[in-house]
């Protein structure tokens, strides 16, 4: 079985503006198959991401201690 193209789906991730919209994406991502480094590729970059992004109420809180403190 040949690999799905991640990079559409990373392009979508970098793009989004709030927490909800980044749950949303992955929301419909989690459903393929994907291999192990394509999901490791994508937790990274949504983890990253989630960081950076002011809470929006959507849930996806990051704890305090995040981010090595």
């Known amino acids: 079985m040949a690999e799905l193209d991640?990079?559409?789906w990373l392009?979508?991730?970098a793009a989004a503006k709030?927490?909800?919209e980044i749950l949303v994406?992955?929301?419909e991502f989690r459903v393929l198959s994907?291999?192990?480094e394509?999901?490791?590729t994508v937790a990274k970059l949504?983890?990253?991401l989630l960081l950076a992004l002011p809470d929006d109420g959507s849930g996806a809180v990051?704890?305090?201690t995040a981010g090595g403190a």
């Open 34 to 36: 994907w291999s192990d």
């Open 38 to 40: 394509q999901c490791s």
């Open 6 to 8: 991640i990079t559409p």
């Open 18 to 20: 709030t927490r909800k």
């Open 46 to 48: 949504y983890m990253r």
């Open 62 to 64: 990051i704890p305090a």
């Open 11 to 13: 392009a979508r991730i």
């Open 25 to 27: 994406i992955m929301e």
